[in-house]
């Protein structure tokens, strides 16, 4: 081929390539017509075959740059054959650039409680979600639930002591310990990337996770059954890192989790930021735990502003803010990954709870029962039982009594509903009574009242671990939704019998 013609094919290549270079890495590249000397050999080459006609007559037809290679020449069409090409979907350029998390209108800020990510500019309101986040499969660490185990992206070294570990697992309950020790290894490698992102996480006396908590911080629950469970939980750890870390392992192994509480901290950042979600993989469909970088920043909110799905077409995770709302500059955005945990399996597994945990349960004994019906009226409470809601346009002003607690107090109270037969004002009146008196009891079993507990936690909390921080507010929100029970009681009988 003549060299003007080749030199034209490069720049028409060129040319095609940063028209579809997104538009921030497109002032940054090389190929930009910014670029003087880019503009100036492209110049010269436009100007080199216009004054070349004689190889224009000799050719009889234009240079056309195939997928395959810069300057090969069309093959000849067949009769009839139509010529015009369509071009391809930009998501087929997109995707051949360097695989990276990519966000929009966000940013993530660090205060006293960790990282959190918020939202950058005004938003109006939404009438279909917005993309704020895409995190590539290439950045996660992720595990099949099932056997065989799959790993994407597969890093593991071939022959590595750690694939014997997560086959000699327990399919049903080990799936926190095979990703613990991908996390594990994937923070070894390296040039790996949660090499860095690891900075971010917090660090073993940063976690709130009681899996590393001591015995002093288990007794500020004030939760026996609770504290016994985070025990063997404690316990479970201790006997797999026995198990698999033993004194005589290889050193490539036994680097990974030098020290119990290296794997305890392991386990406690899987706990608290892994998801569990179907993924496709070309053809393959995978239910798998996942850590997933970024996402995991976001808090939690029974309310949230923000949801997440997968993308199969170029196994991207996508965070979206949900329609239907209007966000400010500086609101945090947030995930509900809490759904129908009550605060005792919150507090094990993510280290936090809250008072207004609609899905929390508090266990009656007596045989006092309520009316449904009029208990969820009397709240302006609608929905089915797994999707009770405040109903807002039943009442002219909203009432801030009515929260989490609320919703779940229409769930776990002993009640009966029968359409054919009508409550007796007197039986509702003994049934609220004995109701109350069992809270006074539930109360009472604590060594401290709700009040002193606010004392301590102003007074102590400086100098103490954000375990115990979290054990004293657990505490502190049982009584909390003890009180609201039965607080509501009252008010139910009052809007019951007026």
């Known amino acids: 081929t003549p060299p003007c013609t080749r030199m034209l094919c490069y720049a028409m290549v060129d040319s095609i390539r940063l028209y579809h270079c997104p538009p921030a890495l497109r002032a940054t590249s090389p190929l930009s017509l910014n670029n003087t000397e880019y503009r100036c050999r492209l110049s010269s080459t436009i100007r080199q ?12 037809q234009k240079a056309v740059v195939s997928r395959r290679s810069a300057w090969t020449l069309p093959t000849p069409q067949a009769e009839g054959e139509p010529g015009r090409l369509l071009p391809l979907e930009p998501d087929f350029y997109r995707m051949g650039y360097v695989r990276h998390m990519r966000a929009y209108g966000i940013e993530f800020k660090e205060g006293p409680n960790g990282i959190g990510v918020y939202c950058a500019k005004d938003i109006p309101y939404l009438s279909k979600p ?15 639930k099932d056997p065989p185990w799959m790993f994407q992206p597969d890093f593991v070294p071939l022959g590595h002591p750690v694939f014997d570990i997560i086959n000699s697992t327990n399919g049903e309950k080990d799936w926190d310990i095979r990703l613990a020790c991908l996390f594990l290894l994937a923070l070894d490698q390296q040039e790996n990337f949660w090499q860095l992102y690891g900075d971010f996480l917090p660090e073993a006396r940063d976690c709130s996770n009681l899996l590393l908590a001591t015995e002093e911080e288990l007794k500020e629950l004030q939760d026996e059954m609770l504290t016994q469970r985070i025990r063997e939980q404690q316990r479970r750890a201790e006997d797999a890192w026995l198990r698999y870390w033993m004194v005589d392992s290889p050193l ?8 119990l509480e290296r794997f305890k901290w392991a386990l406690s950042i899987v706990w608290s930021r892994s998801f569990t979600m179907t993924m496709q993989v070309g053809t393959l469909t995978l239910d798998a735990n996942m850590l997933i970088p970024y996402v995991d920043m976001l808090n939690h909110s029974y309310e949230p502003s923000c949801s997440y799905r997968w993308r199969k077409k170029d196994r991207m995770l996508e965070v979206l803010i949900n329609a239907g709302q209007s966000i400010t500059k500086g609101a945090e955005m947030t995930l509900n990954y809490m759904k129908k945990l009550p605060n005792d399996c919150c507090i094990s597994c993510y280290g936090s709870s809250t008072p207004t945990n609609p899905w ?5 004994s007596g ?31 909203r009432e801030d009594f009515v929260d989490g607690a ?20 007197s039986m509702e009146k003994v049934a609220v009574q004995e109701l109350q008196q069992e809270c006074l009891k539930f109360l009472g079993a604590y060594r401290t009242t709700w009040e002193q507990d606010l004392q301590i936690l102003d007074r102590r909390s400086k100098k103490k671990s954000r375990r115990w921080k979290a054990a004293v507010g657990y505490r502190m929100h049982r009584k909390w939704i003890i009180n609201k029970i039965s607080m509501a009681l009252d008010l139910y009988l009052e809007r019951l019998m007026f």
Request: charged residues 25%; hydrophobic residues 45%; proline residues 4%.
């Open 406 to 425: 609320i919703i779940a107090a229409a769930r776990f109270l002993p009640s009966w509903s029968d359409k054919d037969m009508p409550f007796l004002p």
């Open 252 to 259: 490539k192994l036994k680097r990974l989790a030098h020290t």
């Open 49 to 60: 075959y216009a004054r070349d006609s004689k190889l224009d007559e000799a050719c009889g």
């Open 367 to 397: 045989k006092a029962k309520i009316h449904l019906d009029s208990f969820l009226s009397a709240f302006n409470i609608a929905g089915l039982a797994d999707e009770y809601y405040y109903n807002e346009t039943a009442v002219q002003q």
């Open 130 to 144: 917005r993309i704020i986040m895409e995190i590539p499969l290439e950045l996660m660490v992720t595990v099949s």
């Open 360 to 364: 929390d349960v508090v266990n009656f």
